[in-house]
């Protein structure tokens, strides 16, 4: 992050009252108390933009410059237009679920069929008990808080604070004339899953996963222990077979995804075709509202659930669907919320340079380390780095000899 950047977390001094509920909250010791003038300050090379501290403040002293209070409400406004949906799903993002896995979500509380707005944040520690008040009192009938299960949260203790506060609120609406089912709480964590026919017991997946979640078995397929993986994809990406895969980051769906668009956005001559991945932890801006982000420049945004779990293939298969160019948006070593394993993702972005210098497409990738804490950053770079393939597009047909 550099120096420059706009800061994603602030405290209005004119506000704060100094009570420290931020300072016992915070879970990566990033709060303050200045001795000179017991002022509560922010360390922001610290932080981690999980927004715990400003659901906390009890005088609204702590600003965001994305997830703030009012914009998770213009959020649900703009989403649902007059018509309120009957169930809200606010997911962490670590851990989001897919929409058929929502939808069996609703079913198993008994909520099957019911209309739904699902909405991303950084860490279920994020929401603040007013924000649910105002969104059952504008007419949502339910909210369901998708949790990681405990043990799993990346931002340490945002799951065990959410879980209280749910359950105190479960409380608090019964008084408001709300029933008390109208507030869930769901554990969810996305896990490795086998295909085990495909497997042939090669054991790679074993050798490589940084977090010691899967163990060989004699005579079998390796077993994998739910309750140490994390779902970071270094497994995915070292089976030769796609015998293992990250549920909602299968390969051929995500092949699937970025192909298909690929063949819309070649149709616009003007502009050059760019795909963004990013780790779902290094850009929430760019994830969380791409269109905005990247309106008018023939771009899409792919996230990944770890820099680790890239696979280089899918980098070269971006520029055979006829991509212009491909950015990379990953976590510095310090920021990384799967900190195990980063000598994988490093050996494997070797192998990716290498080849993309086989096939003289280097020009064409960048890869950039960028942090949530800095509100400006991706919009900086990703402007520059539209420019520089705007330029060598009109040079020459990136991907002649390439198309399949």
Known sequence: MNDTCLAAVSIDQDLCSRC????????????????????????IQKCQVCGICSSSCPVSAIEMAYYDHEGLLEHIREATGNENEDTLVIMCRGNSPSSGEIEDILAAQGLGGNSYLSMRVPCAGRIPMDFIFNVLRSGTK????????DGFCRMKEGTSIETRRMLLGMAVIQQFGYPRDALK?????RKAMWINQECVGCDKCVFICPYDAIIAEPFSSPKVIEDKCVGCGACQLVCPHKAIQVKGYEFDNVLASYGGAAKRMRSQRDLPAILVFSCQWSEFSALDDPERMLKGKNAMVMEVPCFKGMDPVHVVNAFRHGFDGVMAVVCSDTDCKLQKGRDVADRQLE?????????????????????????SEFAAKFDDFHEKIMNL????????????
């Not at 339910?142 to 299960?149: A, G, K, L, P, R």
């Not at 009109?394 to 991907?399: L, N, P, S, W």
């Open 351 to 375: 192998v990716l340079q290498n080849a993309l210098k086989k096939l003289g497409l280097s020009d064409r990738f960048e890869l950039h380390e960028l942090s949530p804490r800095c509100g």
């Open 393 to 404: 597009s009109k040079q020459c047909i990136v991907t002649r000899g390439l198309q399949p």
């Open 20 to 43: 420290k509920v931020c300072y016992s909250l915070c879970p990566f010791e990033a709060i303050y108390q200045q001795p000179e003038d017991g002022r509560i300050k922010i360390d």
């Open 142 to 149: 339910n909210i369901i808080s998708v949790q990681c299960q």
């Open 185 to 189: 709480v769901v554990k969810y964590s």
